[in-house]
Each structure stands twice: as structure tokens, then as C-alpha cells.
């Protein structure tokens, strides 16, 4: 009988987050004042993060010891599962040896939780009463409320409302774990009040409800906010994706020359990719890693690299990363994760380095390489994870046509349980491909007048 | 740090199922022909299933092996973890140990997997192109919609069509696993047409889905029958479950005093229990059984032990069994696996004889239960499994009432990600509990004029 799983101990859930900022070749270019737009240091998160987090942020230590209380809670799900996907090698005749790390089996379903639960744990260490954060279709927003049940800490979760109104299952898996959820614009805030005022009837968006749920933060002493990727901290809690993959892969006696992920704001991609980036910087191995985002958000693969705000309407900081600029509007496509204009600055700064890869993938291509694994392997993609898969099969093809056998290894960040809709969607003919012409792409970016980046 | 999971590798996954019609003291009574009522033997069943699984059903060996391909497939998900909930024990201030096998990693959320797949692999042996089935919530139509698939045979549910209306989220996983689903009644078969010539606007019920997908798997060659609970073959591939979870015990250094599960048809339970029960037939050990029901649907609790049709119409054979009266309609509640008159003939055969034993809890007392655990151990439990859960936390509380450490065992047999809504209906105050009075209970088993036993 075939190995299919290789599974690890509790014992063996990572002691270490690990730091790339320690081992990058060109660390990244500091954050800029948005009024100012000189540099910032890490006092000016103060008001919005607890210190221990600020600290994570800057932290150029390659190793941060991760705190029991929280290596306890991972251990709820993890580690997490490493499969090698014979079912899917076998219908893609292919050479290559394909694995996944399956980081659906956690309670909210993706691999958010590895970073809202130490980001609840310092929060209630710190003695905070209350997080605030944003969400759009829910993955990030049931993540924490999770996290923070667990730490006892009331979470207020301002979701944007038209996903409030047509994705109910994940308000209601917050709900159930104690969380508020708002539909944003609400009337709590000024930034909603103002929006209302504009527009009663508006549908609401992510900047929108970004701009609420900090304002609530910055405005409350005990209360705190929190975000679900594109920061250092939030991506350095992610490796332990990629630290037990390693421990596995080499269990399975095997090494990946490929490593895919979803790349949205890039803590899913930095979750897996870091520690086999590490394998490169420290032995000078050529491990691939690249990063599969949407070909209708494709700032990866389209966009320019300058300094531009981390939201739509210009309240963070300036962040140097590849960016569609921030008014950019994407397609409504059902990978509500890789939404989003920016990519975070340590995964900006190692694709300008080149040191990662990055692809774009159409929906349909997406769906299509959802469907097949849904087929084989038996677990349903969420739409986020299909983009790897996109690359993945890609990939294996090309290993066919080549007639070599190279190992790929993807992260399937989660399950795709409520995002069936589009799914039915696929299968009736009703989802479409977004493409983005290069004149909507240079329009969005002619209106940035931030820093060039030299 | 504790040790939360106790887990077993692939190797370790059960060769054998466990036939506990070998260990029984009585064995259960013959079935009877709905029309002379006369004992029937296997050869009646050859319409409906492939010889093997009929061999299965009348089966008196103690082991039957697990095919190669069956075990092959089972460790897409198996073994499942064994959690220890110190969470759960902690919120209840109790001494007793709670552990939970949990069913719902399955790629189609429960236990109902482990019998779809050989019952597939079965099918396909034989050469069978079809399968057709019935299902209500979408539980049973989706494991075997994915089992199907595995097997390149073609899944036909039957769907009742007010849950096709209201449930759509599991319809969708069936056909993104390739199945037809149907809203039952349907003009494909008799049975629907003349319901339909009734009622254009019929709702369906589970009765008029088994008629239509019985029906269809009678009047064509290549086509046959499955069901996912109550039949003897069904209960036997359930046992996997507390296979490995006696061996997670052991490895625990731990035994139970007490194995709960939710009580539907039986299969749930004789997963977990009938393996354990094997030690007190060997052993002489006095490890206590307990199903847990729903009060509003108490056969176990407040039935009769006598011959009563397995379906509402009375197309099947008489089974002998603990019973409502096929008639009985049980209230709308959110568990919609464990609304079912009946039980299994062997269940009803151990509760007789006093080998196990029934407890019935009201549907505000299981979602509070829910609730708790989704609190503390992260997982939302799918609303069958609430019923278990409310008998652990009696048990105990009555374990620090007593001021005594018992183990307690618990089948977590699914997640609730498709039953979110109940949980919001919980929150909001909308559920209720549904009280069964005597007097309606007295009113449906007077309707049966089925063989009394003994």
C-alpha cells in the first residue's frame, strides 16, 4: 500500500518562527509617513499593536521562539498533514511527483489561524480587551475570531457588506465562536458614518471597512487591531507551514525543486516558501519557488514596484512592494483572498531580487485544476488554492512534454466548503474570465503620485 | 505540553472489519417479505445490491477482510485523529477524561465515507455502471457521490426536494464530485409521477426518495442500490472507527468506561461502540455503551421492539427493531440524520438484550452542548454529533457530582460547516425543543399491524 500521508508529533510543531529578514541579500526599504512620507519607525504602530508584535515586525533575529501557550493551541490541528498526490500524478500521466501540505484541517478551515492565534495571545498578554479587524468573504475574520475566543478577548469583525449579505455561512462560524460582526459601512465609525452619508445604500469594500475597524482601534485604549497578511510579523508566523513540510518532505526521502502557492497578500506564499528559500541562502540550493495569483489582480506578474499604501484610501503607512496601485479595483472573481492591489514588501523585495517566481492564471484555468483535484484527491479546493494548483499542473505538464520527473510541492491553504457556490458557478457555464487590459493597469497607476523607488 | 492527538499511521489502518453478529449472545431475527411475511433469505436482497455486500449482510464471520483498493482509498483521511478534549474538561471543571474520535477530516465531512467507499468498490467489482440512493440533509448522497467517483461509476441521489430547495451547499459538493441529484419527486419513476399527480408541489419526503431510487435500481440491470445506516453490512465497514480508536487508547495508556455516539440508524454508533463492545463479550469487561437520540425522534428510548418496515411506504422488508411506527414523522429538527423511526436489527437486538443502553436529550440541551465545545475545542460539531455531546457533559457532571475520573469516549462523527444555519437559528433564539408526546407516539405504532415479537 502507497504512503499517502506523512504525518509528524505534536512534538515535532515547530519551537522557532523563522526570520528571512535575517538571511535576505537587500532587506527591504523602511516604511514611509503617509502625510510626511519620511521614514517611520516601529513607535508609530503603537497605537495599533501590541509592542511584542512591533517588535516581531522589525525583528531582524533569524529564529523567534514561539511561546507554549501558543505551540498548545496549534496543536488543536497541527501539524498539519503532508500528502503526496498519487491519485492527481496518476490523471496528469506525469513524470513528476506532486505533494501538497494541507492546511484546510484546522477549525476555521485555511491557514489563517497560524497567525490570529499568536496574535490573540500577544494581544491578551499585553492586557487588551478588544481586537478589531476586517474581513471580506470571512476566512480572515473567522481565523480570529477563533483565536481570540480561545484567549478571551471579544473580537469585532467589520465585514464588507455585501459579502456580509451573500456569504452568511462564514458570519455565522464567527458568530459561533462569539465574535461581532458588522456589515461595513456601519454607523459606529466616522469613516462609516461619512460613507453612509454618501451613501446609504453603499455595498461597502475592504478600504472602507479597513478605515473602520482601525479607527475604532486607534480611538480605545484596550483595544487593538489586527491584520491577516502583507505585515513581517504576519508572515514570519506562517513558516511553520513550511517548517514542517521540510521535516516531512524529508521523512517521505524526497526534496521539492518546485514550491507553489496563492499568492493575495503573500502570507500564504511566505507560509510555505520561506524555509526552502532558507535551503537556498544557506547551501546555495536552486529550490523554485513560485508564486500563482490571479491574472485579474496580476500585480505580481503586471504591476510596478514602488512605494504605495498598504489601503484604498491612503490611511497606512507607505510600503515599498509590487502594487496595481491603490485604487485598483479588481474583478469580482471568487478568490476573494488575492483581492488585493499590494503584495507585501519582503515578498516584493525578493521577486525584484529574483529570487522568487511569480505566475497569473485565469478563473476558469483555476476551476478547471480545482475540479480535476476535487476528482482525484477527494478534498474540494478553496477557489485561492486552485491558483497553485493552476501552476502546479502546469508544471507537471511540462515534466510530461520534457519527459523529466522533478517534485512539486503546493500549499493547499484550505477547503473549499464555503465556496461551493463557485463551484455550481464553474459547472454551469456562469463564471467568466477577467481580463485586465495593460491601459486599465497603467490607468490605476497613472493616478499613484507616491514614491518612485530608484 | 499535553498531548492533544493521538495518531496512527497508515499501516495501522484496520485490515479487517469487525462482524459483532459473531460475539452477539441472541442473534437478531430473520427479516420478513413485506407482502407474505414470511422469512426471506439473502437471495430477495440480489435486485438491490451486489452479491458480495449481501454475502456481507448474512455474514457470521467474526473478521471480514478489507480490500486492498478500500484500504488504499481510506487513507485519503484515515486513520482519523483521537483527540484528548483537556479543553472541553477544563470548562466543565470535571474529572472525568473526554476523548473524541473525529470523523468529519473525511473529504465529505463524516463517517458516512468508511461504507460508501466499499459499497462503491463492490459495485464496480461486479460490474455494476450505476448507483442510485436517497438523502435528505446530503450527508449520505455526498459520501457517496465521492466514493462513486473514486470507482468511475455513475451517482444518482435522490434528493428530498425541500432540502435540495433549502440545502444547497451539499447538493453542490455532489456534482462537483461528478453525481446527478435529483429533487425527489421526480417524473423519472413511477413512484414520483404518482406522488406528483397528487401534489404538483410535493416537498418530498426521505420515504418517496428510497421508493424513486429503489425503483430506478430494480427496473435496470446495471443499476443497484445503497443505503447508509441501518443494514448489517453498513454497520460492519463502520467499524473502522473504533478499531483504531481502541488501538489510540491503548497508545494512550487509557481504556473507557463509557463510548457515546449520535444514534440515527445505527451505523454512527456501531462504528465506535461495537468494537469496544467486543471486549466485554471476550473480556468480560463492563465498558457502558450509551446512543444518544434526539427526544423528538426517542425509538430507542420510547419505542416498541417488533417487525416494522424500514421505509415510510412500506416497500421494504420487516426488520425487527426498536420502532416508532413507520409512519411517525418526526419534528423538523436541525439533526436531520437521526430523523428515522426505526434502528438497525442489531442495535435493537443489543438494547433488548440490555448490552447497551439509549439516552434521549432535546434539541436546545445538544446545541448548547455544541456551542461549548465549539468554544473550547475549536471544532463545530455537525448537529448529529451535538447529541453525543450532550450525553458526554451529563456523564460528566456526574463524574464531579460523584467526585469520580471516568474515561469517556465520544464519536465527533462530523463537522458543522453545512449546518451553520442552525447554529444561527440557536443564537437568535429560534429553536426550539420538540417534545413527543405519549399520546403521538401511541397514535403512530397503533397504526402498525407489523408481527409482534415474542
Redesign the interface.
Given at each position: 500500500?502507497?504512503?499517502?500521508?506523512i504525518?509528524l508529533?505534536?512534538?515535532e510543531v515547530p519551537e522557532f518562527w523563522y526570520n528571512i529578514l535575517a538571511d535576505m541579500p537587500n532587506k527591504p526599504l523602511p516604511p514611509l509617513h503617509p502625510g510626511t512620507r519620511e521614514p517611520i519607525g516601529p513607535e508609530a504602530l503603537a497605537p495599533l499593536f501590541p509592542m511584542e508584535l512591533i517588535k516581531q515586525e522589525v525583528s531582524t533575529d533569524k529564529w523567534v521562539p514561539i511561546p507554549?501557550a501558543v505551540?498548545?493551541v496549534y496543536?488543536?490541528?497541527r501539524p498539519t498533514p503532508l500528502y503526496r498526490a498519487y491519485?492527481l500524478e496518476k490523471a496528469l500521466d506525469t513524470p513528476a511527483k506532486i505533494y501538497y501540505k494541507y492546511e484546510g484541517?484546522s477549525?476555521a478551515?485555511s491557514h489563517k489561524p497560524n497567525t490570529a492565534v499568536p496574535q490573540a495571545y500577544y494581544n491578551q498578554q499585553e492586557g487588551v480587551k478588544r481586537i478589531t479587524t476586517e474581513t471580506g468573504a470571512g476566512q480572515w475574520g473567522s481565523a480570529l475570531a477563533?483565536a481570540c475566543?480561545?484567549f478571551g478577548i471579544e473580537c469585532e469583525v467589520y465585514m464588507v457588506k455585501i459579502s456580509y449579505d451573500h456569504k452568511?455561512?462564514r458570519k455565522?462560524?464567527m458568530?459561533?465562536?462569539?465574535a461581532k460582526v458588522y456589515a461595513s459601512p456601519t454607523d459606529h465609525t466616522q469613516a462609516g458614518r461619512m460613507i453612509l452619508a454618501q451613501d446609504p445604500n453603499s455595498p461597502g469594500s475592504l478600504g472602507i471597512a479597513i478605515s473602520e475597524a482601525v479607527e475604532r482601534a486607534a480611538s480605545d485604549e484596550n483595544t487593538k487591531y489586527a491584520l491577516g497578511s502583507v505585515l513581517n510579523h504576519v508572515l514570519m508566523h506562517q513558516t511553520v507551514i513550511g517548517q514542517e513540510a521540510l521535516k516531512q518532505m524529508e521523512k517521505a526521502g524526497d526534496m521539492p525543486d518546485i514550491v507553489v502557492a496563492p499568492f493575495g497578500g503573500g502570507s500564504n506564499f511566505a507560509g510555505i516558501a520561506f524555509p526552502f528559500l532558507r535551503l537556498n541562502f544557506e547551501e546555495g540550493r536552486n529550490i523554485r519557488c513560485i508564486a500563482a495569483e490571479p491574472s485579474s489582480c496580476p500585480k505580481l506578474t503586471r504591476g510596478v514596484f514602488r512605494y504605495d499604501f498598504g489601503d484604498t484610501v491612503g490611511m497606512t503607512p507607505l510600503l515599498p512592494m509590487y502594487t496595481l496601485g491603490h485604487n485598483f479595483v479588481p474583478a469580482p472573481i471568487h478568490a476573494g483572498g488575492l483581492r488585493y492591489h499590494g503584495a507585501g514588501v519582503i515578498v516584493s523585495q525578493l521577486l525584484k531580487d529574483r529570487l522568487i517566481e511569480a505566475r497569473a492564471h485565469e478563473q476558469l484555468e483555476c476551476f478547471e485544476s480545482g475540479?480535476l483535484f476535487?476528482?482525484t484527491?477527494?478534498?474540494?479546493p478553496a477557489p485561492e488554492a486552485t491558483h497553485a494548483l493552476a501552476t502546479v499542473v502546469q508544471e507537471a505538464q511540462r515534466c510530461k512534454e520534457e519527459g523529466v520527473s522533478r517534485t512539486i510541492l503546493f500549499n493547499l491553504c484550505g477547503h473549499g466548503?464555503?465556496d461551493?457556490?463557485a463551484?455550481?458557478d464553474y459547472?454551469e457555464g456562469k463564471l467568466v474570465s477577467h481580463e485586465v487590459t495593460q491601459g486599465e493597469i497603467e490607468a490605476s497607476l497613472a493616478q499613484l503620485d507616491t514614491p518612485l523607488i530608484g
Open positions: 500500500m502507497k504512503n499517502r500521508k504525518l508529533t505534536e512534538q507554549d505551540r498548545d496543536t488543536l490541528w491519485a484541517v477549525p478551515g477563533f475566543n480561545l452568511p455561512y455565522m462560524m458568530n459561533t465562536w462569539g475540479v476535487a476528482r484527491e477527494g478534498i474540494i466548503h464555503f461551493l457556490k463551484y455550481e459547472f
